[in-house]
């Protein structure tokens, strides 16, 4: 299937499908998801549902931003390694870039307010980006009672007890690869693999492209703290499960206390920025580079700042297309294995659960100003505080919802309406 849909999708085609993607993919990863659900498998009809979410399956398993990493496989899936890079590419450089000017703005004169009010309606539409698309996702898969015990639990322990999203994802998988039906394990047919030999060449070549700059650099470079980044973020991609989340988990440890690059109020602000502006929620790696490098000695460099944002960018995501790339040309063998595809039927379903963790997370978090946190024993329980709800969002995501649900709009005109309102309104409070 996927050679015969492969180079029939035109170039000119993926530049401007993936551009448009690449400046509409608000709302960290849940948003993102929903956002190529749409464009790819409903609008243009590139990717199947199954083979939709047989990609993201497989991207759920991988370290890194799983959302990048599932651009780049649909890109593959069109026009092999070209389509790849193409979506890939294009998928972060319109985030980064905006990341970076906010960046260099945010270190020279500080916190950015207005632009934080004009990202707020950005935020609504994206609220009922993620909802729209977890109602259909989980229509989708949830079909045995299986699989809505599998969704159910996900969530539990993700929202409930804060288990690691990796062991949610890998319970999962051994569950459906120890439990197929007897049918199942009769009716399909194995499918070959490329051969082990162009596996491994394709591992040295990006393992290659991956280390060899960053080495460069941090040996010509000439300054500590290009080498440092290196080493910290190449670490960071291929040891972080989990997203963004646990990326900022790990810096505020090390980055923050042990490092000292920047300050946890900085961090915050860092992530403020990252989750208000397109691209992967882990762009908030290039704010710290930026920052680490551009005050080295107190002062401020901006060409060692852009540098060093170079270096973390590079470090964050020339990993993905090493992980992709290999993997990408097994997803199709591992879905016509029985038990392979009964574990990811599996991840499937564990996948509504943690989209749906997700879009309650974040609903919270966009709705009401103020929510904390309460331990009882090994259970978290998020609580809102009622009275801080902010009722100017509240009615732009149920404008939002009027927009793109009852009137069927683009969600670029639902993200732009929002946007203009959203900025208006910061103007009269």
């Known amino acids: 299937m996927a050679l015969k849909r492969m180079n029939h999708t035109k170039l000119r085609d993926l530049f401007k499908v993936w551009g448009k ?44 931003p799983e959302a990048m990493q599932l651009a780049t496989y649909s890109g593959w899936r069109l026009r092999g390694v070209l389509g790849g890079l ?63 015990m599998i969704a159910g639990l996900s969530f539990f322990t993700l929202f409930f007890l804060s288990l690691p999203f990796p062991l949610i994802i890998v319970l999962a998988a ?50 500590v703290v290009l080498g440092q980044l290196a080493a910290f973020f190449s670490k960071l991609a291929a040891v972080t499960f989990g997203g963004a989340y646990s990326v900022l988990a790990y810096m505020a440890q090390d980055a923050v ?31 710290v580079g930026f920052l680490a490098a551009a005050r080295t000695d ?12 170079a270096v973390t960018l590079w470090a964050t995501f020339a990993p993905c297309f090493l992980w992709v790339f290999v993997g990408a040309p097994y997803i199709d063998w591992m879905s016509s294995k029985p038990r392979l595809t009964k574990a990811l039927v599996s991840i499937s379903a564990a996948v509504v659960g943690v989209i749906l963790n997700l879009s309650l997370w974040f609903s919270l978090h966009v709705l009401f100003r103020e929510v904390v946190h309460t331990n009882f024993g090994p259970f978290t329980l998020w609580m809102p505080a009622v009275a801080s709800i902010d009722i100017n969002t509240l009615s732009m995501s149920l404008l939002a919802a009027i927009i793109m649900l009852r009137f069927k709009k683009s969600v670029l005109l639902t993200l732009v309406v929002c946007a203009v309102l959203g900025f208006a309104l910061s103007l009269i409070s």
Request: hydrophobic residues 55%; proline residues 4%.
């Open 21 to 64: 993607i690449g400046f509409m993919s608000f709302g960290g990863p849940a948003g993102q998801i929903a956002l190529m659900h749409r464009v790819l498998v409903e609008e243009k009809k590139w990717l199947s549902e199954k083979e939709y979410l047989n990609a993201l399956s497989f991207c759920m398993l991988l370290p890194g």
């Open 257 to 287: 206390n042990a490092k000292g690059w920047l300050s946890a109020a900085e961090m915050m602000d860092g992530l403020g920025l990252a989750e208000t502006t397109p691209g992967p929620l882990i762009l908030v790696t290039e704010f």
């Open 174 to 223: 051994l569950y459906g690869f120890l439990m197929p039906s007897e049918a199942e394990m009769q009716k399909q047919k194995a499918v070959l693999s490329v051969p082990v030999s162009q596996t491994l060449k394709t591992a040295v070549l990006w393992l290659t492209l991956w280390i060899l700059p960053l080495a460069l650099v941090a040996l010509l470079g000439g300054e």
């Open 86 to 148: 193409i979506s890939g590419l294009l998928f972060v450089l319109p985030g980064a870039t905006i990341v970076l000017v906010l960046a260099i703005i945010y270190a020279l004169y500080g916190s950015t307010p207005t632009l934080a009010a004009f990202f707020l309606g950005i935020k609504a539409a994206v609220l009922v980006i993620v909802l729209d698309a977890l109602g259909k996702v989980a229509r989708k898969n949830l079909k045995t009672k299986a699989s809505w």
């Open 298 to 309: 107190g002062s401020f460099h901006l060409g060692l700042g852009l540098l060093g944002a």
